[in-house]
């Protein structure tokens, strides 16, 4: 099978290996939920390549990104649900109704200020219409927290739950105070330590991400860009240990916890002699 430039073929490539026997085995296993975490991480590579503004890598990051809405239309089909041409069909629809200033004639040509108030009144216009469509159960009880989208990241969604509900005072009116609730938070890591309790210190790990995520509100840090920067210093110290380590012939397997401690330590000190504005730099690559 040879490559191309037509969406039919990645279309029929993932067909093939979703067919039973002759497909791949692995390919075969997944379900909806299994893939949405690589979805959810290819999505998340987009975003990198475009920080790195690395446009060769944004062109494999967004093919990436595609496969994954070729296999769920793949898996929808499967259950005759839905094709990928509805997938196109859907997002067309959409995109021609939010631009009645551009698609067609009855709104005139709108003002470029004027333009997301048509686009926000048509986006209540759909959700009203989606939530017609779903069961009455379902649409029956109407949160101050309904409209904080689900798909986001989880630390994305935190904020904007948090945010939503101090609308209405529901909020912490000090950062010191957020940071005692994440002590207290820490405590109950802890017991769940002592009670060996798998389930809870799952549960508890949960609510002390929360909140942290709260103080990072409070203290004004967006905290997937703050975690984004912390795991690039954490690569960078850590490359400063597997150099230093290679300088004098040895392997991370050859080191004791202590010394890779100690460079660690050594990795933090060089850091801060470095100029501000260069320290800034680093957090940023």
């Given at each position: 099978m040879t490559p191309s430039r037509d969406i039919s073929r990645l279309i029929e490539i993932m067909a093939a290996l979703r067919t039973p026997v002759t497909g791949c085995p692995w390919d075969l296993e997944q379900n909806f939920a299994t893939i949405a975490p690589y979805t959810i991480e290819e999505a998340h590579e987009v975003v990198d390549a475009i920080d790195r503004g690395d446009l060769d890598d944004l062109r494999e990051e967004l093919g990436d990104l595609l496969l994954q809405v070729v296999f769920h239309a793949q898996m929808a089909q499967e259950q005759n649900a839905f094709a990928f041409g509805d997938v196109v069909e859907a997002i067309t629809r959409k995109m021609i109704r939010r631009?009645?200033?551009?698609?067609?004639?009855?709104?005139?040509?709108?003002?470029?200020?004027?333009?997301?108030?048509?686009?926000?009144?048509?986006?209540?216009?759909?959700?009203?219409?989606?939530?017609?469509?779903?069961?009455?159960?379902?649409?029956?009880?109407?949160?101050?927290?309904?409209?904080?989208?689900?798909?986001?990241?989880?630390?994305?969604?935190?904020?904007?739950?948090?945010?939503?509900?101090?609308?209405?005072?529901?909020?912490?009116?000090?950062?010191?105070?957020?940071?005692?609730?994440?002590?207290?938070?820490?405590?109950?890591?802890?017991?769940?330590?002592?009670?060996?309790?798998?389930?809870?210190?799952?549960?508890?790990?949960?609510?002390?991400?929360?909140?942290?995520?709260?103080?990072?509100?409070h203290v004004n840090a967006d905290p997937e860009t703050a975690l984004r920067a912390t795991n690039a210093k954490f690569e960078r110290r850590f490359a400063f240990i597997e150099r230093a380590l290679e300088a004098q012939g040895r392997t991370l397997e050859q080191a004791s916890l202590a010394e890779m401690d100690a460079l660690w330590n050594a990795a933090k000190g060089d850091e801060r002699k470095l100029p501000a504005v260069e320290r800034g730099n680093q957090a940023r690559r």
């Open positions: 631009h009645p200033h551009v698609f067609a004639d009855k709104e005139g040509n709108l003002a470029s200020s004027h333009v997301k108030e048509v686009w926000d009144r048509i986006k209540a216009e759909e959700k009203a219409e989606r939530a017609a469509r779903r069961p009455p159960e379902e649409t029956s009880h109407k949160s101050l927290l309904s409209g904080v989208k689900a798909g986001q990241p989880a630390l994305t969604r935190a904020m904007e739950l948090q945010r939503k509900a101090s609308t209405v005072g529901f909020d912490w009116n000090d950062p010191r105070a957020v940071l005692n609730k994440i002590r207290e938070e820490a405590d109950e890591i802890e017991a769940a330590l002592d009670r060996n309790d798998s389930e809870g210190l799952a549960e508890e790990t949960g609510d002390l991400m929360f909140a942290l995520v709260n103080l990072a509100r």
